[in-house]
């Protein structure tokens, strides 16, 4: 498999920025495989994607950033370089509804995501069976209504121990501590059951069936303090009647979550969303 560096950037836009890049990496023998940019006109700013063949660098991803710095510095750059041969760890959690997570597990084996899946966190037992037939570790960690703080407390304790670089909310019904939101700014992943910002909370698709709708969606966002309100990395629909049922909205709706948190979480793995303030570019 090839072995790639990524490099992401966002700044204010000005002139010159995609030449001096281009020729930063020309300059150092880069093959540049894959390129996406696009300037927001009304925020003034810039968002860059470049893929680079590693092997057409002749240095290592250390000495490329370092050698990049000044230029990031002049243009005033948010950026990051990674290495495809570091693969991100992830983190799964997930109550009782099994979709999402069987999805992820399924194209984890499949390859279709690049990363190492690191552990599994649930506050249910059902899932360990499943889980361990994978070759992952299951924690169970019990939420109390009365104790919400211990069960956190041991959550952030095994992510942790599992040196997550993600973690990702597979249809885990627990609102996230502000602490632990804050910490994974960016890197917690959760797929909601509606297509926000409508329906959000609990129980939307029985609130969509009510308000009558013709579509129906799930999200898959960024977790912030703010419940359901973090930056969107994907959504996608189905179209539904009158004829349909609360329960026929649920099992459309499964459909739809699991490809579009498998989406996000892939994108997301690829160094393919940028986020700015509430909002994100996803050169997907």
Known sequence: MSHYYRLVVSCPDRLGIVARVSNFIAGHGGSITEASQHSDLEAGRFFMRYEILADSVAMPPEALREAFAPIAEEFEMAWALTDTRQRRRVVLMVSRETHCLVDLLYRWTAGELDCDIACVISNHEDMRGLVEWHGIGYHHVPVKADDKQAAFAEVQRLVDDARADCVVLARYMQIMPPELCQRFQGRMINIHHSFLPSFAGARP???????????????????????????????????????????????????????????????????RVLIHGNKTVVFA
Do not use: M
């Open 205 to 271: 698709y029985h609130q969509a069936h009510q308000r009558g709708v013709k579509l129906i969606g799930a999200t898959c966002h960024y977790v912030t303090e703010e419940l359901d309100a973090g930056p969107i990395i994907e959504q996608d629909i189905h179209r539904v009647s009158h004829c349909h049922t609360p329960n026929d909205l649920v099992r459309f709706g499964r459909d739809v979550e699991k490809a579009v948190l498998a989406r996000g979480l892939r994108w997301h793995l690829e160094d």
